[in-house]
């Protein structure tokens, strides 16, 4: 079976998290049910299975892992009202983490079976795209043994997490993925213990760089995660 490297953006810009969480959740149903008829054919004429890609800003959200501690959100319904932020239970793993403006939020609804079933190597290859991407603003990313995502100054006292993941996988079909801190207002992380991890902090480029970043550059942000995305995917996006 040829296998289809090829991905379809979608910007979808500011937009709430449950709507957006249906919409992987439709995308991902679609990629399966098309991996079950082809399955089921018996004349060897196989469709071949689409991949997607959202990118997504979210207003101030925060999203409980299905392995998550409840005692990971600090904040009560009071707080949360105050703050203007909302709290969601989500199927992906991992644990509490926050969304929010000036964050950039991409989505890779693909059939690993594409590229390569193995979610570990998923993992690490989306690490290794954020890791590229913040490369190209003078930033060391590392990993963190045992701790998803994108680092800065792993074994320090100081270290943090510039950029969370959280995925789902169902026959291979991918939904969820990476949050990456560009504008963020890092103030709004004191109201939960990131992804459960009490003695480390966050960061964004923001902070890192001492800079705003325009909208311009934000977008700029996007297309290096778009070229890194397909190196280290070997895949094509088209939109």
Excluded at 86 to 106: E, S
Excluded at 183 to 208: M, Q, R, W
């Amino acid at each position: 079976m040829n296998q289809n490297k090829t991905i379809l953006l979608q910007d979808l810009g500011l937009a709430d998290y449950l709507p957006t969480f249906e919409t992987q959740e439709q995308l991902m149903q679609g990629i399966i049910e098309l991996k079950l008829k082809n399955r089921d054919r018996t004349d060897g004429l196989y469709e071949p299975t689409p991949n997607h890609f959202l990118f997504v800003e979210h207003p101030h959200v925060y999203t409980l892992g299905k392995s998550g501690n409840e005692e990971n959100m600090l904040a009560n319904s009071e707080k949360l009202k105050e703050i203007n932020a909302t709290f969601v239970k989500t199927n992906r793993g991992g644990d509490i983490t926050y969304h929010g403006f000036g964050q950039i939020v991409g989505y890779p609804i693909l059939d690993l079976d594409n590229f390569k079933s193995d979610i570990h190597l998923y993992m690490r290859n989306l690490e290794e795209v954020i890791i590229r991407v913040i490369a190209e603003y003078g930033l060391k990313g590392e990993r963190s043994q045992g701790e998803t995502g994108v680092w800065l100054d792993v074994g320090k006292p100081y270290a943090r997490k510039i950029c969370a993941m959280g995925v789902k996988t169902s026959k291979w079909v991918t939904m969820h993925g990476f949050a990456l801190n560009v504008n963020t207002d890092l103030k709004y992380f004191d109201y939960i213990i990131p992804c459960g991890i009490k003695d480390k902090s966050v960061a964004s480029l923001k902070s890192e760089l001492e800079r705003v970043f325009t909208p311009e550059e934000i977008q700029e942000v996007k297309s290096k995660i778009k070229k890194h995305f397909s190196e280290v995917f070997e895949a094509t996006f088209t939109e």
